[in-house]
């Protein structure tokens, strides 16, 4: 499925009958995984690599990789109007209503929504559902960015996020972090693995994932998320790898905001808050 998203981007392959993206509207695609169990030994991959203690209940960002095929399934769509690589992830959004436990089976529904024009482009949702034994536990949505002209009216203005002090906890992290994360959330975007296929799509080495990225800010905040808890977050500047990152939070009201720097100057790569659940 990574082969058929990164095939649009490919010289030449546009020109080849069902590879070629067209198109102005999203299509009315909705995917589900039903009684989905959760891999013990994949859990502790996960908790591994993001920083989160393994414990009986899912850490709040895991649900993601139970939908991430069916978010490749539908980018990957002949209907979807965008190539998947190159496609940029901007914003996060998610809900968990109550722990979930691994022992729970799970359904997991996936749907796009919402193409919207922005100053660089267009973006759009893919929104995600997760429900166990018919009862609504967990929700999110992504927010993507394809680049070029919108052609849809003006851009709503991005909302804005609170940045705390850039003085925390330093992270060193590793070239091999991208093939890391991937290994676990399936997610081989050649971004993200090596100098040399990263530089292809125009980064001067490889880049870490969003949402590992997002998954070890709240690893590092485990114990002070509410049991019912809504997590945003938007993503800045890349980090590239090897690097090494700053990582500040701070208190505000009955939640947090917590962000990744860069040490040097500051500049944010992901500014986050979470706080009591809201849907």
């Not at 959004?93 to 796009?112: F, G, K, N, W």
Request: charged share 20%; hydrophobic share 40%.
């Amino acid at each position: 499925m990574m082969l058929r998203a990164a095939l649009p981007v490919l010289p030449g392959a546009k020109l080849v009958p069902g590879v070629r993206k067209t198109g102005d509207t999203l299509p009315d695609l909705t995917l589900t995984r039903h009684d989905v169990p959760v891999d013990r030994a994949h859990l502790a991959s996960y908790a591994e690599v993001c920083g989160f203690p393994l414990k009986e209940t899912l850490p709040v960002t895991y649900p993601h990789l139970l939908a991430f095929g069916l978010h490749l399934r539908i980018m990957t769509d002949r209907s979807f109007p965008f190539p998947a690589v190159g496609t940029v992830h901007l914003e996060n959004s998610l809900t968990q209503l109550r722990p979930i436990a691994a022992t729970e089976r799970l359904q997991v529904t996936a749907r796009p929504a919402s193409l919207r024009p922005h100053a660089k482009g267009r973006v759009f949702d893919l929104v995600t559902h997760v429900h166990s034994a018919g009862e609504l536990v967990w929700q999110e949505t992504s927010t993507f960015l394809r680049v070029g002209t919108s052609g849809l009216g003006e851009p709503d203005q991005p909302e804005a996020f609170e940045q705390p002090e850039p003085t925390g906890t330093s992270w060193q992290l590793g070239a091999d972090l991208g093939r890391r994360y991937a290994a676990v959330s399936g997610d081989h975007n050649p971004i993200h693995l090596y100098g040399l296929t990263a530089k292809a799509f125009g980064f001067p080495r490889q880049i870490a994932h969003g949402m590992w990225s997002e998954g070890r800010c709240l690893a590092a905040l485990d114990g002070r998320l509410p049991e019912a808890v809504t997590v945003d977050v938007a993503f800045k500047k890349p980090v590239l790898l090897p690097g090494r990152v700053l990582f500040a939070s701070a208190r505000r009201g009955d939640g947090y905001v917590f962000a990744l720097s860069r040490p040097q100057d500051g500049k944010p790569h992901l500014l986050g808050r979470f706080g009591p659940a809201t849907i």
